[in-house]
């Protein structure tokens, strides 16, 4: 039975993916860790996830996201990204700018060409890195709580 959940795409067929394509499975990726990134912070109520997945996902909380992230990015993740910035998306909602669905999509696309390579780990590094849970960010917080 072929496992739907650990997709590996080969190289060849990453290249030649649409980018529209690569950014819808981003949107799914990006949204799954943000849930579980929210329950695991043990929101109260269903209405409260709601709300809070909502404002993580939308365009201009994933522009932020995601130029967080460019400083590290390797060079084949920065022209996934380049990819995903100049992607000719047609609708732009309305709450957000050309400019922060630009890099919404850019997002997106890293995600999802991330996830069907099977690199789960280097997901889990760049959404710490969006989240403020980075290694250098722990040590600096515990600088900080002894001073």
Not at 75 to 91: K, L
Not at 125 to 146: H, P, R
């Amino acid at each position: 039975m072929k496992d739907y959940f650990t997709l590996n795409i080969s190289s060849t067929q990453l290249n030649n993916m649409n980018i529209l394509a690569l950014a819808h499975m981003g949107d799914g990726v990006y949204e799954v860790l943000c849930r579980g990134w929210l329950c695991s912070h043990e929101l109260e109520t269903i209405g409260n996830l709601h709300r809070a997945t909502v404002n993580m996902v939308k365009a201009p909380a994933q522009a932020a996201a995601m130029k967080r992230l460019v400083p590290f990015l390797t060079e084949r993740e920065a022209a996934v990204f380049r990819r995903g910035r100049n992607a000719n998306v047609h609708q732009i909602p309305k709450n957000a700018t050309r400019g922060e669905y630009a890099h919404a999509t850019a997002l997106e696309a890293l995600f999802g060409w991330l996830y069907l390579q099977g690199e789960k780990d280097r997901i889990n590094q760049l959404f710490a890195v969006i989240m403020g849970e980075t290694e250098d960010n722990q040590q600096q917080e515990g600088t900080d709580d002894a001073t």
